[in-house]
């Protein structure tokens, strides 16, 4: 059936959901950020501060690009992959997307004061809100299915593999 594809914003529980039903699935887990990491020798936040977010953009696409052509797996990532829609492509054409959503509030409480997210570092509620507003269409046209992610990391986990199963 492909790779799961994990999408949606900062603190909307990709990545643990992820390891989860990798777990549960017996298959492969991949984290794009954790690539995108391991690749550069670099941090995320140090990748921005250094090299600035449009590089960071293009060592995230590569990241998807090598993920799609591994053996199938539950993919954890970044929040801001579906801002290219290439990678979309990539993801769609390599398996299926699943976005998880999550109101601000749950995302605020699962982010705390996040220190390794460069993009909300100052006041992550009202960041997480401008991005979440900028993002909705990009998540909802990459989206083939919808979670909802406001409740335990097992239920959205199981929620994710009820609704893989049906499609
Ligand atoms: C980002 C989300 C982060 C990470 C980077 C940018 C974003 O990943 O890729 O800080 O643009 O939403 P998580 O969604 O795993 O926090």
Redesign the pocket.
Known sequence: MGHVWLIG???SG??SVGRLLAERLESPFYDT?ATVEANAGLT?AEI?DGLGEPR?REL?GLAVRAIASQDDGVV?T???IVLDSSNVDFMRESGTTVLLDADVETLVARIGAAAD???ISGDPKRRLRE?ASARADAYEKAADLVVDATCSIEHVANRVEAACSDS
């Open positions: 914003m900062m603190g990709k990545t950020d995320v921005f960071f995230e954890s970044g929040g801001g997210r460069p993009l991005i």
